[in-house]
């Protein structure tokens, strides 16, 4: 069964650079959503989109923004990269209610991760 | 605040012994309950999803429970092997701050788990 691609799958920058990830969801699913886990830590949200607008905002910096396009992939560019943006940045994605009606039925799965080294 | 707690932080047992690891969240209104694996610096392997409406789901040698009531949930892995060494996080979809068709979810650190040979 087809699973939640992200790409690329490791990335390494210089401070102040930029960075892009992109994550390609389950087909049908229309809802994406962006975790930042750092080295020991537990995964935090970012963001996350539905139908193409974006539906939530956790802890996502001012110098990344997303969006979540057409064919329902998502972007996330990283600007001004610091040190502390090292991490690993996972993507999920989910049925939104539309599909899968207001239920916890809508579960997330996650994509492998798009590791990112910032030197 | 909504909170996601597991304990032990870390858990070494020899081989072949059963275990539990506890997973406690601050608030009873939830959507569903995920375990997942991760090992070293890899990304994150579902292992089980239980719905709010939901006592337990098994899948092999594991088992979770969801006593939302009590805000608890509880991983049983038999007959634990070295292959099973890995950290294992829980991780809540709430129903409070998830409106419409959100399921961002809410992590705990994490139980770090080794099994010895």
């Known amino acids: 069964a087809a699973g939640v691609i992200q790409s690329p799958r490791h990335l390494i920058k210089e401070k102040r650079e930029t960075a892009t990830l992109k994550c390609y969801p389950i087909?049908?699913?229309?809802?994406v959503y962006w975790y930042q886990q750092g080295p020991g830590q537990d995964p935090q949200f970012l963001i996350s989109?539905?139908?193409?607008?974006?539906?939530d905002k956790g802890s996502i910096p001012d110098r990344f923004s997303a969006q979540q396009f057409s064919d329902y992939h998502s972007e996330l560019n990283m600007s001004s990269l610091e040190l502390g943006d090292s991490a690993l940045y996972f993507c999920?994605?989910?049925?939104?209610?539309?599909?899968?009606?207001?239920?916890?039925?809508?579960?997330?799965?996650f994509g492998a991760g798009s590791r990112l080294t910032v030197l | 605040k909504q909170e996601v707690t597991q304990i032990p932080a870390a858990l070494s047992v020899p081989e072949g012994e059963n275990l539990v690891l506890n997973c406690s969240f601050t608030?009873?209104?939830?959507?569903?309950l995920q375990w997942f694996r991760q090992d070293p610096g890899k990304g994150l392997t579902s292992l089980l999803l239980i719905q709010s409406s939901q006592r337990e789901q098994t899948s092999g040698r594991l088992n979770a429970s969801l006593d939302k009531s009590s805000g608890r949930s509880t991983l049983y892995i038999a007959a634990s092997q070295p292959g099973d060494s890995a950290t294992y996080l829980c991780a809540v979809s709430f129903k409070e701050g998830n409106a419409g068709n959100n399921r961002k979810l809410i992590w705990g650190l994490g139980t770090s788990l080794a099994v010895n040979p």
């Open positions: 608030d009873s209104a939830i959507y569903n």
């Open positions: 087909p049908r699913h229309d809802t």
């Open positions: 989109f539905y139908e193409k607008m974006q539906s």
């Open positions: 999920a994605s989910s049925l939104g209610p539309r599909l899968a009606g207001d239920s916890g039925a809508n579960v997330l799965t």
